[in-house]
Structure formats: structure tokens, C-alpha cells
């Protein structure tokens, strides 16, 4: 349990420090980005939960499939159609769930470009979700937590720093969510797909 549980924990706390270094960059356009920022963190976690919930029911799966052996039935729990319903909804109705916490015009319109630039690359966290989850739930942590440490933590703290100061304005931050996401997916992928990582669990699993 804490060989599976600690990872998960760890890459948990990775994403909460990283969204609070975004707090700071965010907190430097003065108090209209700030409370359009707090605005859509409202919304924001409608989808967390959510994905959250997901990531554990998929490595309830995933465990429950790997221990009985039924390895071909893992890959059927891959599925990404909820985010596009969650995504769409919120897009959709931006303005009148904007409305229900503020009535500030420029905050609720700062808002809206907040969640009209980040929330079409929710689909890309939802890959990472599951791949990990489904990894965990055979019982492969070490990797995927070092993947990402690197790609949701140090990717991000490099564009924070170095890249998002180049470009400036408030998209040159949130940009760091997407170029994260991506390259985390990216490297989750490439190790995913050749599909060493099932071939040993499996040896380590006829061992036990």
C-alpha cells in the first residue's frame, strides 16, 4: 500500500506547489488577475475533482484486472470522453458561472480568456491520469512518478522562470499548464506504449 500510495501522494503535492508558484506569477498583475484567477479556481476544481475520481477508479481497474491476469481488459478503462463534456459544458456556460461569483465585467472577461486558453488542454492531463493510474494500479510507481516530478514540476518551474518573463503577459504563465501537460504525455506515452513496463510487472507478479 505505501509502495502504490506514496507516489500517488507525492505527484498530488507536485501539482499542488506548482499551481501555487503560478499563484505568485499571477498575483503580479494586481488584483483584477487575481480575482479572475480565484474565479476560475472555482471552476477549476469541478474538473479535478472529477479527473481525481477518475484516476482512482482507474486504478481500482487496473488492479483488479492485473491481479486476476486479465491484462487485455487494462486498456479498456482508457477513455476520454468525459473531459470533453466536462470542457464543453464549462466553455459553453463560461459567462453565467463566471457571473455566479463575481459581477466585476473585467474580472468575469480576464476570466473567461483564462479558461478559454487552458481548458481545451485538459485532454491532454486526462492522458496522463490514466496512464499513470494504470500503471500504479499494476503496482509500476517509481517511474511514473519520476516522469512526473520532471514534466508537471521541473517543466513547469522552467517555463515560470525563464520563459513565460520572455514572452510577458498573463498567457505567457498560463502556457506553462499546456507545454507541461504535453511533454509529461509525451514521455508517459513513450514509455506506455512499448509495453515493458506490463512484461516486467508480469515477471515480478509470476515471481511473487
Known sequence: MARIGLPAALQAMLYDISNILVQVYINAFGTTAMAAWAVFGKLDSLFWMTVQS????????????????????????????????????????????????????????LGLLMA??????????????????????????????????FGVCAVRLAWLFWAAPLYGGIRAGLAC??????????????????????????DAQREE
Open 54 to 109: 477518475l484516476g482512482l477508479a482507474v486504478t481500482t481497474f487496473a488492479g483488479q484486472n492485473f491481479g486476476a491476469r486479465r491484462f487485455e481488459r487494462m486498456r479498456s478503462g482508457i477513455g476520454f470522453g468525459f473531459a470533453l463534456g466536462i470542457v464543453a459544458f464549462m466553455l459553453g456556460l463560461g459567462g453565467p458561472l463566471f457571473g455566479c461569483f463575481t459581477a466585476d465585467a473585467e474580472v468575469v472577461e
Open 116 to 149: 478559454r486558453f487552458v481548458m481545451p488542454w485538459y485532454l491532454s492531463f486526462i492522458g496522463i491520469e490514466v496512464l499513470s493510474a494504470t500503471m500504479r494500479g499494476a503496482g509500476d510507481t517509481l517511474v511514473p512518478t519520476l516522469i512526473t516530478v
Open 177 to 202: 499548464f499546456p507545454v507541461s501537460w504535453c511533454v509529461t504525455l509525451l514521455l508517459y506515452l513513450c514509455y506506455y506504449l512499448p509495453g515493458g513496463w506490463l512484461r516486467r510487472r508480469i
